[in-house]
Structure formats: structure tokens, C-alpha cells
């Protein structure tokens, strides 16, 4: 019987090949931005989820509305709704991992500066209430300059002295999942099949899909290839004009989500071998942070799987990319050290 205090699982070998889990699927999730454009399907997906045992959905705006909708929803999942910065360490109390799809869209006037400010400073507010109230939760950032945001969590965690590299991740899975459902169209194969790692950073030339390391193997001529990883990197671009302004990605986003989520949730619980891409703290380039597989465990990452083998053109991008990241890794430091 699953209690409280019995959160994960229970494993015991039946033979000599085969292992027998018995999951407790008692994880406390939160969503922090829960009412966005992201944040609603996100918790829908969650909320469908039998590994998740309490939803807490936390917002500035609308998560009451948001929550008692879920909360009709015939899953065991128990919704609670937060809303505004008083109620912001009561949803983050006993959470095993924090999803965070917070931000402010652009609004007329905002610079580029602006533009970074603000969500910069969201990101280091809600790090810093989860630095306070679950610092051992998983940390899911999937707000915008993921770049930066991911820098900034880890400083915010280390003023708290409670930083652990293994549990702070950078959501780039929207990459994979695109390079997945790309490669599969291009090629007649079932996506669900069909695997590519992406490493790098989550913006522009340094999301670099790998697609020499593809399951299964597939072979594109040179200009083909060239145009899938453009595809690829520029994808973002493609649903914001489709939505001719009526916001980015949120949909496909909250899959990617959901589908990150449950993977760190069946890791937790004990699974073997799940293996996810992230941006994370990294010894595998001279970047400070860089996404590459992860093989995931109890206690986040069990181990980086590193960069593999690269074909030519791969080990291009990779230098390309690493002078771009180191740039936005210092902003985010940068914006930390200069917080009061
Ligand atoms: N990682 C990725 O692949 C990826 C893909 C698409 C978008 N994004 C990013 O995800 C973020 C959310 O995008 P969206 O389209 O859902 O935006 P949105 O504007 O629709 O939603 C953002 C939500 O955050 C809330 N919010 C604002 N300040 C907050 C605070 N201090 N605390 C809690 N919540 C707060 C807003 O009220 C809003 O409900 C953005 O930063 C966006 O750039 C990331
Ligand atoms: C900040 O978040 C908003 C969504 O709320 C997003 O539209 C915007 O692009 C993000 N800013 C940056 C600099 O990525
Ligand atoms: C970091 O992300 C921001 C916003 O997504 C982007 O404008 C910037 O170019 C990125 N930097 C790198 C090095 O990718």
C-alpha cells in the first residue's frame, strides 16, 4: 500500500532477469506560470498523469478558475490552486519537482534589455522561493532565455547554499520532439520510433541535432541535411508566424513538458534507463552549461552520456556554438551577482 511517507518504489528481482517495481506515483508537482499559454495544457497533461499525486498550480492571475477546472477531471491527481506572491511558498511546500513556464510577453516599447529583465527576474524570484521551501525538488525551467535562466536558477540555489547541479535542468526536450516528428515525416517512419539527440543551447545555431546518432539510422544528402537542421533550429520561428501574433509555441511546448516531467518522474521511481536531453551543468565542453542524453536516476542525473561521436558537420556547430553560450551563461551569471 502506498502511505505519504512511502513516495517511491519498491523494487524486488522475480528471477534472475526480471525485476518487479511497485510504484507509489505520489509525486507533488508544481507549475509555476500554470495560467499561460504553456502553463494550462502543461497541467492538463500533468493532471492526466497517474505519476502525479498533487498538482500545484501557481500564477499571478487565474490559477482559482484554472485549478477547479482540473480539479473536475476524473484523474487522482488533487489540484490545488495559488495565485499572486503570498500564497507563492504554500504551493511550493513538499514538491518533488517544480515545472516553471513563467513569463511576460513583449509588450510595445520593451527592448531587447527589457525584455531579458523581466523574465530574468521572474525566474530568479520563483528560484528563490524554491531555493526556501523544496530545494531538493527537481527543476524544470522552461522560461525563456533558457540560455540564461538555467545560469541564473543555479546562482539563485547557491546564495541558499542548496545548488545541486544533478536536479536543475534547462526543458530543451521541444527541440528533440521536433527533430523527431521531422525526421520521421522526411522519412515515412513512425515517430514514436524514431529518436534524435540534440545538444547544445535551446536557441537559434546552437540547437545542434544529432542526426548521425538518429535511432534508427537514417542518411540524408548533404544540402537535405543542411536544411533539416536549419528546420530544426528555426522551428520556434515557423509556429510564430503560423500564429501571426498570437504568441509561440504552447501546445507542442506543454507535450515536450509533460513528456520532460514524466520522465524525471519515472527515473525517480526508480525506472532504468530513461534518458533525456537537458541543458545543464556540464564538464563535456568549456561551456559551464550545455544540453546533451542524460541518463536519469533517484536523484536527477545519474550520468552525463556526453556528446557521443559527431560526424564532421555536427563538430562544426559545436564550435560555433560554444563562443555564442559562453556570452549568454555570463549575462545570467552577471545578472545575479549585480541582484540586490
Ligand atoms: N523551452 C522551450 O522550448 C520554450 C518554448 C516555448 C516557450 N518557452 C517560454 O516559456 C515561457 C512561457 O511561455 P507562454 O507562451 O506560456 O507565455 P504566457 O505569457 O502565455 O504565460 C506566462 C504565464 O506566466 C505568468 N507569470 C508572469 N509572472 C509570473 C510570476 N512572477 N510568477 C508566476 N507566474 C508568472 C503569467 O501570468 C502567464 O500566465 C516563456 O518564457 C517562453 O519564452 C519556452
Ligand atoms: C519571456 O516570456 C514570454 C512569455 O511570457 C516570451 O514571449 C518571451 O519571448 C520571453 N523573453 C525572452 C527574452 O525569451
Ligand atoms: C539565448 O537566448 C536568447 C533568447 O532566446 C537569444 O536571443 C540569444 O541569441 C541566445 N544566445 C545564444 C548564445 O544562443
Same mark, same amino acid.
Given at each position: 500500500?502506498?502511505?505519504?511517507?512511502?513516495?517511491?518504489?519498491?523494487?524486488?528481482?522475480?528471477?534472475?532477469?526480471? +525485476?518487479? =517495481?511497485?510504484? =507509489?506515483?505520489?509525486?507533488?508537482?508544481?507549475?509555476?506560470?500554470?495560467?499561460?499559454?504553456?502553463?494550462?495544457?502543461?497541467?492538463?497533461?500533468?493532471?492526466?498523469?497517474?505519476?502525479?499525486? !498533487?498538482?500545484?498550480? @501557481?500564477?499571478?492571475?487565474?490559477?482559482?478558475?484554472?485549478?477547479?477546472?482540473?480539479?473536475?477531471?476524473?484523474?487522482?491527481?488533487?489540484?490545488?490552486?495559488?495565485?499572486?506572491?503570498?500564497?507563492?511558498?504554500?504551493?511550493?511546500?513538499? =514538491?518533488?519537482?517544480?515545472?516553471?513556464?513563467?513569463?511576460?510577453?513583449?509588450?510595445?516599447?520593451?527592448?531587447?534589455?527589457?525584455?531579458?529583465?523581466?523574465?530574468?527576474?521572474?525566474?530568479?524570484?520563483?528560484?528563490?522561493?524554491?531555493?526556501?521551501?523544496?530545494?531538493?525538488?527537481?527543476?524544470?525551467?522552461?522560461?525563456?532565455?533558457?540560455?540564461?535562466?538555467?545560469?541564473?536558477?543555479?546562482?539563485?540555489?547557491? +546564495?541558499?547554499?542548496?545548488?545541486?547541479?544533478?536536479?536543475? @535542468?534547462?526543458?530543451?526536450?521541444?527541440?528533440?520532439?521536433?527533430?523527431?516528428?521531422?525526421?520521421?515525416?522526411? +522519412?515515412?517512419?513512425?515517430?514514436?520510433?524514431?529518436?534524435?539527440?540534440?545538444?547544445?543551447?535551446?536557441?537559434?545555431?546552437?540547437?545542434?541535432?544529432?542526426?548521425?546518432?538518429?535511432?534508427?539510422?537514417?542518411? @540524408?544528402?548533404?544540402?537535405?541535411?543542411?536544411?533539416?537542421?536549419?528546420?530544426?533550429?528555426?522551428?520556434?520561428?515557423?509556429?510564430?508566424?503560423?500564429?501571426?501574433?498570437?504568441?509561440?509555441?504552447?501546445?507542442?511546448?506543454?507535450?515536450?513538458?509533460?513528456?520532460?516531467?514524466?520522465?524525471?518522474?519515472?527515473?525517480?521511481?526508480?525506472?532504468?534507463?530513461?534518458?533525456?536531453?537537458?541543458?545543464?551543468?556540464?564538464?563535456?565542453?568549456?561551456?559551464?552549461?550545455?544540453?546533451?542524453?542524460?541518463?536519469?536516476?533517484?536523484?536527477?542525473?545519474?550520468?552525463?552520456?556526453?556528446?557521443?561521436?559527431?560526424?564532421? @558537420?555536427?563538430?562544426?556547430?559545436?564550435?560555433?556554438?560554444?563562443? !555564442?553560450?559562453?556570452?549568454?551563461?555570463?549575462?545570467?551569471?552577471?545578472?545575479?551577482?549585480?541582484?540586490?
Amino acid at each position: 500500500r502506498c502511505t505519504s511517507n512511502l513516495k517511491y518504489s519498491l523494487c524486488w528481482k522475480s528471477s534472475k532477469t526480471q +525485476k518487479i =517495481c511497485w510504484f =507509489c506515483n505520489n509525486a507533488k508537482v508544481a507549475v509555476l506560470g500554470a495560467s499561460g499559454g504553456i502553463g494550462q495544457p502543461l497541467s492538463l497533461l500533468l493532471k492526466n498523469s497517474p505519476l502525479v499525486g !498533487e498538482l500545484s498550480l @501557481f500564477d499571478i492571475a487565474h490559477t482559482p478558475g484554472v485549478a477547479a477546472d482540473l480539479s473536475h477531471i476524473e484523474t487522482r491527481a488533487h489540484v490545488t490552486g495559488y495565485m499572486g506572491p503570498d500564497q507563492l511558498n504554500a504551493a511550493l511546500k513538499g =514538491c518533488d519537482v517544480v515545472v516553471i513556464p513563467a513569463g511576460v510577453p513583449r509588450k510595445p516599447g520593451m527592448t531587447r534589455d527589457d525584455l531579458f529583465n523581466t523574465n530574468a527576474t521572474i525566474v530568479a524570484t520563483l528560484a528563490d522561493a524554491v531555493a526556501r521551501n523544496c530545494p531538493e525538488a527537481m527543476i524544470c525551467i522552461i522560461a525563456n532565455p533558457v540560455n540564461s535562466t538555467i545560469p541564473i536558477t543555479s546562482e539563485v540555489m547557491k +546564495k541558499y547554499g542548496v545548488y545541486n547541479p544533478n536536479r536543475v @535542468f534547462g526543458v530543451t526536450t521541444l527541440d528533440i520532439v521536433r527533430a523527431n516528428a521531422f525526421v520521421a515525416e522526411l +522519412k515515412g517512419l513512425d515517430p514514436a520510433r524514431v529518436n534524435v539527440p540534440v545538444i547544445g543551447g535551446h536557441a537559434g545555431k546552437t540547437i545542434i541535432p544529432l542526426i548521425s546518432q538518429a535511432t534508427p539510422k537514417v542518411e @540524408f544528402p548533404a544540402d537535405q541535411l543542411s536544411a533539416l537542421t536549419a528546420r530544426i533550429q528555426d522551428a520556434g520561428t515557423e509556429v510564430v508566424k503560423a500564429k501571426a501574433g498570437a504568441g509561440s509555441a504552447t501546445l507542442s511546448m506543454a507535450y515536450a513538458g509533460a513528456r520532460f516531467t514524466f520522465s524525471v518522474l519515472d527515473a525517480m521511481n526508480g525506472k532504468e534507463g530513461v534518458v533525456e536531453c537537458a541543458y545543464v551543468r556540464s564538464e563535456e565542453t568549456e561551456c559551464k552549461y550545455f544540453s546533451t542524453p542524460l541518463l536519469l536516476g533517484k536523484h536527477g542525473i545519474e550520468k552525463n552520456l556526453g556528446l557521443g561521436k559527431l560526424s564532421a @558537420f555536427e563538430e562544426n556547430l559545436v564550435a560555433d556554438a560554444i563562443g !555564442e553560450l559562453k556570452g549568454s551563461i555570463k549575462k545570467g551569471e552577471d545578472f545575479v551577482a549585480n541582484m540586490k
